[in-house]
């Protein structure tokens, strides 16, 4: 059974920094391409980031490029999700979706976890 574990949302103030943590379980984290998704509140699941299975030229959407950068430690089955200069619209539910697939502006994902809240005030 694949299964995800989100953890490190939290509150935080505009500007500062959060790493979310996605533990995979299932499946052999090396050998799927793996990404995040983000859920705003009254709005649909969208891409945030898409890496591939060798770690080349991960995808970020728009509003996160330069400022979110995806990590992963395939000993550990786990792949990061470095969230620095937070915004209010950064706001989200956060989900670890594999397998991924990011091409022009469209995304696709396979499954996900249970998501972890982050929230920004401002």
């Known amino acids: 059974e694949v299964q995800f574990a989100e953890s490190g949302g939290g509150l935080v103030q505009t500007g500062e920094t959060l790493r979310l943590s996605c533990t995979v379980s299932?499946?052999?984290?090396?050998?799927?391409?793996i990404g995040w998704i983000s859920q705003a509140p009254g709005k649909e699941r969208e891409g945030v980031s898409c890496?591939?299975?060798?770690?080349?030229?991960?995808v970020y959407r728009d509003s996160v490029e330069g400022r979110f950068t995806v990590s992963r430690d395939n000993a550990k089955n786990t792949v990061y999700l470095q969230m620095v200069s937070l915004e209010p619209e950064d706001t989200a539910v956060y989900y670890c979706a594999a397998p991924c697939k990011a091409w022009g502006s469209h995304w696709k994902f396979g499954s996900w976890g249970q998501g972890t809240q982050v929230t920004v005030s401002s």
């Open positions: 299932g499946f052999p984290l090396p050998d799927f391409a």
């Open positions: 890496t591939p299975t060798n770690d080349a030229n991960t």
